[in-house]
């Protein structure tokens, strides 16, 4: 019994829950109101409200925009500062639009220490920045943007968004790996290697460019037998006579000196060339340079893309159609309190709007774990690095 104690009390330590808001009677004890546009009179205000279909009255409310072409600025207080760095990093939450929306944001920020709650606005800095943005059908997109090296950084993928009135989980998980996965109610819409997506980073492994190809490499799988030699009937020629005579009816001053037809040669064989045999000195391919670390990189946190001063989460948004509800906040780097608190909001949201649908089964994980780890022991015996082009990351979801 002692050692599953220590293993479960290895996971409560190193694994945390930074947030879990459901936005029950109590929510504006935690969220502040910023008065950025009051004196305008642009800005919005929230409601408490639920979706017209609902698993409970109460449990299935969250907050509302209630006024239209108004900007929304609210904002709450983790309550203490955390870091992502080396770590899991998820960030869910609920939308639904119980109006049609044309055009309006419905994404989420994240926000690091000395944030200012009352003044907050668009023009704020923000760490990261997630969620839907719809316009016209022409430039719906989800949001993935972080602010590293003094830049707001998009990744490259476009993911659509969902624009109906049912309520839609939003997930974005930030892998150990240095991978990221978005999810859109539970379906994986992307899964990348972070530096394929934000090639601002540098990768922690590159190419050695002054590395150069030995003299003695050779790169030719087969050579010529130089043994062979051309059989001596070989040469024969292409095409041969007939035996065609020439018609007694034929006249050569109208129809010109009769020439034999001729017809391909059923011995001629083409051009001869000696047969190829396994060279002895191959190399095994074509030569490349060798991986080395990047000389580029001082230290760890140069090549992470956490962040160490996360401390606030708010809704900065424009909506010119008002209605949108924005719920079930969950930030953390535990997977499986994660999916402990979707079982206990989304899932049963999502069931009351389609009964019919039959809950999708678990992907065993184990299996391709297994799988992926047989991948990164070749790779480790090639020396390709973690993340090579191509790799198919291994993302630690169990």
């Not at 037809?261 to 001629?268: G, H, M, T, V, Y």
């Not at 994660?338 to 909001?345: D, G, H, I, Q």
Request: net charge negative; glycine share 6%.
């Amino acid at each position: 019994m002692i050692p599953v104690i220590i293993i479960s009390l290895s996971i409560q330590l190193f694994s945390h829950v930074y947030l879990q808001e459901e936005f029950d009677y109590t929510w504006r004890d935690r969220w502040v109101d910023s008065t950025t546009h009051e004196d305008e009179g642009k800005r919005g205000t929230f409601v408490w409200a639920a979706p017209e279909k609902k698993f409970d009255k109460e449990a299935s409310k969250g907050i509302k925009t209630s006024e239209d072409s108004k900007f929304y600025h609210i904002s709450r207080d983790i309550g203490s500062t955390f870091s992502s760095v080396g770590k899991t990093l998820i960030i869910s939450y609920t939308v639904s639009h119980t109006q049609k929306l044309d055009c309006g944001g419905s994404y989420i920020k994240i926000f690091e220490e000395g944030f200012d709650q009352a003044k907050f606005s668009g023009d704020d800095q923000y760490a990261i920045m997630f969620g839907p943005d719809d316009c016209r059908s022409t430039n719906d997109k989800v949001h993935v943007i972080l602010h590293k090296g003094g830049e707001n950084r998009a990744m490259k993928t476009k993911i659509k968004t969902k624009n109906d009135k049912n309520t839609h989980l939003y997930t974005l998980i930030f892998h150990k790996n240095h991978s990221v996965e978005v999810r859109i109610d539970e379906h994986t819409e992307l899964l990348k290697d972070m530096h394929e997506e934000w090639s601002y980073f540098p990768a922690s492994r590159i190419r050695d460019s002054t590395a150069k190809q030995p003299s003695d490499w050779d790169d030719r799988p087969l050579i010529v037998d130089e043994t062979d030699v051309k059989p001596a009937d070989w040469d024969v020629p292409e095409y041969i006579e007939t035996n065609t005579e020439k018609p007694a009816d034929w006249d050569e001053e109208k129809d010109g000196k009769w020439i034999v037809p001729l017809k391909r040669n059923p011995l001629f064989k083409g051009e001869w060339k000696p047969k190829m045999i396994p060279n002895p000195s191959y190399s095994g391919g074509k030569w490349e340079q060798p991986w080395i670390d990047n000389p580029e990189i001082v230290d760890d946190t140069e090549k992470d893309f956490g962040f160490e001063k996360l401390r606030y989460v708010g809704i900065d948004v424009w909506q010119v159609q008002s209605g949108t509800i924005f719920d079930n906040i969950f930030i953390g780097d535990d997977l499986v309190e994660y999916e402990a608190f979707v079982n206990a909001t989304w899932r049963k949201q999502h069931k009351v709007e389609f009964p019919n649908e039959s809950t999708p089964k678990k992907k065993d994980d184990s299996k391709s774990a297994k799988k992926e780890e047989k991948k990164v022991e070749k790779k480790e015996k090639e020396g390709i690095p973690d993340d090579d082009e191509g790799w198919e990351w291994y993302t630690d979801r169990w």
